[in-house]
Nanobody, 122 residues
Framework: QVQLVESGGGLVQAGGSLRLSCAASGSTFSSNAIGWYRQAPGKQRELVAWISSGGSTNLADSVKGRFTISRDNAKNTVILQMNSLNTEEPAVYSC????????????????WGQGTQVTVSA
């Protein structure tokens, strides 16, 4: 019933920036927290950032100061702005509709997008 679609991935040089979008259809983001995950080849999927229904944001330590997350409830869209990308961050980025979240904890829900590939070149 809920569909999430990511976009904005691509090739970027080290030190550059990308803006990823997560758009929802069949539902709205306004009452749900949304998380962004990434998974590199041979690595576990990791939580990068999440944003609450009230707009409170949380970032993983590895991306603090470089990434930001925001939401536009009118457009049912969540944005992950990635700056100062390095060669250790190529991965498939996916957004998720939270099952439960707080300022300290994020539990992923059953709805995922298909992911968008981010490649970083030196």
């Amino acid at each position: 019933q809920v569909q999430l679609v990511e976009s904005g991935g691509g090739l970027v040089q080290a030190g550059g920036s990308l803006r990823l979008s997560c758009a929802a259809s069949g539902s709205t983001f306004s009452s749900n927290a949304i998380g962004w995950y990434r998974q590199a080849p041979g690595k576990q999927r990791e939580l990068v950032a999440w944003i609450s229904s009230g707009g409170s944001t949380n970032l993983a330590d590895s991306v603090k100061g470089r990434f930001t997350i925001s939401r536009d409830n009118a457009k049912n869209t969540v944005i992950l702005q990635m700056n100062s990308l390095n060669t250790e961050e190529p991965a498939v980025y996916s957004c998720n509709l939270a099952r439960y979240s707080s300022s300290y904890y994020y539990s992923p829900g059953e709805y995922w997008g298909q992911g968008t590939q981010v490649t970083v070149s030196a």
